[in-house]
């Protein structure tokens, strides 16, 4: 059974930046297009970058640039690389494996715990 864990938020400054990790279990990973989603309070789970099997990425317009995605398929791992943080950006961040490299679709596991990222000064 696929599983995700992430870990890596915590409590920072405007500006500052975080680096999120998605460890991955289950999954054929080198096969997988793999994900990084977000959920603020009161808001549905949004899509904030994805990157293909080939590293191809695609990212959401209110983090483009200032966010980065990875992967390191012999750790079955994927990295979030946020910089220049905003206040909106605070949220639970989570990993998963989207159905296509499309932000906004389907994903193909249970969610994990997420891990939570605030932006405060």
């Known amino acids: 059974q696929a599983r995700q864990v992430e870990s890596g938020g915590g409590l920072v400054q405007p500006g500052e930046s975080l680096r999120l990790a998605c460890d991955t279990s289950?999954?054929?990973?080198?096969?997988?297009?793999m994900g990084w989603f977000r959920q603020a309070p009161g808001k549905q789970r949004e899509a904030v970058a994805l990157?293909?099997?080939?590293?191809?990425?695609n990212y959401a317009t209110s983090v483009k640039g200032r966010f980065t995605i990875s992967r390191d398929n012999g750790r079955a791992a994927v990295y979030l690389q946020m910089d220049s943080l905003e206040p909106e950006d605070t949220a639970v961040y989570y990993c998963?494996?989207?159905?296509?490299?499309?932000?906004?679709?389907?994903?193909?596991?249970?969610w994990g715990q997420g891990t939570q990222v605030t932006v405060s000064s």
């Open positions: 998963n494996q989207p159905l296509t490299a499309q932000l906004g679709g389907p994903v193909l596991n249970q």
């Open positions: 289950g999954i054929i990973f080198s096969h997988a297009i």
């Open positions: 990157i293909t099997t080939t590293g191809t990425t």
